[in-house]
């Protein structure tokens, strides 16, 4: 188990070569994952299925750090190993899941608000006792038709910042997520708009709530064009707009920003986070520039493995090729 100061462990997450999983997908969330591939959902099939992933042969070359979710963390392997265990033995930290997803924005129809406010506290102490060292809360706005509102961004904003103070004060590193959907037709500009608001906001609020900016992780979208607009903007530009957007608003103290991959296609999440390093590589950056991908890195092992026994290696060789092609983006190095 590890025990440094929690900007240690939030270092130890960013660390160079690696990337974090997150596998931290609601049962709600992997039951479509799982019906997609016609395999039943239930507590047995998605601990097979993480079982796959955190069982890979080299795991721990490419990552440091697994999001799980509550009925994840609590698992474990066919030889009985928890998944905490089986994780550390490949010096990969345990995080968790502890917002209670997003629901509809009193006053704000087509934004969200995340719950999971109350009682917070207790349950990262427990998840603490368990041996999770970092958690996750993942904050949503969507961009389009005056969207996000200033309103939906504070709101989120000071949920973030009230997450984040109580995950130090409990020992975990928090990971910072303010989502800006990918879904629509809106432009890069549009997203550029949307992130540098909404990241204004969250550090605004990060400051004035006493959380210290050395031992988070952000977790941003990367600055993209919609997923259903017209003329997509090169990687080169998705990369340009990124790197600015975070010099505008992100302080140098903070050691990483992990960028999730928020229904970019494979390749997609590769070459762009590819494109940001080499950017990274040539202007010295404060933070170090990472993924902390959940489709990103299981899309293509899960479509592999189709829950049969007789695929687990073959699921495990995809899952350790899209984990090697994003650890070669996250130096810079991968075309
Ligand atoms: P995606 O990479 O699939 O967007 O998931 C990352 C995540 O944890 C979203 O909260």
């Known amino acids: 188990m590890v025990n440094g100061k929690l900007h240690d462990i939030a270092r130890k997450m960013v660390v160079r070569n690696k990337g974090i999983l997150a596998a931290d997908e609601s049962n ?6 799982l019906e997609s591939i016609n395999v039943a959902s239930t507590p047995e099939s998605r601990r097979q299925w993480r079982q796959l992933l955190f069982q ?29 265990e089986l994780l550390a033995v490949n010096d990969i930290l345990s995080g968790i899941k502890v917002d209670k997803s997003t629901h ?87 997203c550029r708009l949307a992130t540098t608001r909404s990241l204004t906001a969250v550090f605004e609020e990060l400051l004035d709530q006493c959380v210290d900016l050395r031992s988070i992780v952000l977790k941003p979208n990367m600055v993209i064009s919609g997923s259903d607009a017209p003329n997509r903007a090169s990687s080169t530009e998705v990369a340009r707009q990124t790197v600015d957007c975070l010099l505008e608003t992100v302080p140098s103290e903070v050691p990483g920003v992990a ?42 092992p899960l479509s592999t493995w189709l829950g049969k026994n007789e695929n687990v290696l073959a699921g495990q060789v995809a899952f350790q090729r899209r984990g090697l092609d994003s650890s070669a983006a996250r130096e810079g190095v991968f075309a």
């Open 28 to 33: 709600a969330t992997m039951s479509k994952r």
């Open 56 to 84: 890979t042969q080299g795991i721990g070359d490419f990552i440091s750090g697994v999001i799980m979710y509550d009925e994840t963390i609590r698992q474990s392997d066919d030889s009985g190993k928890r998944f905490v």
């Open 104 to 190: 509809d924005l009193a006053g704000a129809p087509g934004e969200f608000i995340t719950e999971g406010l109350d009682g917070i506290r207790d349950r990262l102490a427990e998840y603490y006792s368990m041996g999770a060292r970092f958690a996750k809360w993942r904050a949503l706005l969507t961009v389009g038709k005056g969207r996000p509102s200033d309103y939906a961004i504070h709101t989120n904003a000071h949920a973030l910042g009230r997450y984040a103070i109580l995950c130090q004060e409990q020992g975990l590193v928090p990971i910072v997520e303010p989502e800006i959907l990918m879904d629509g037709v809106h432009s890069i500009d549009d």
């Open 259 to 300: 960028f999730l991959s928020g229904g970019q296609g494979d390749e997609e999440s590769v070459v762009n986070l590819d494109e940001i390093n080499k950017i990274a590589n040539s202007e010295r950056l404060p933070w170090e520039l990472t993924y902390s991908y959940g489709r990103g890195l299981q899309a293509a």
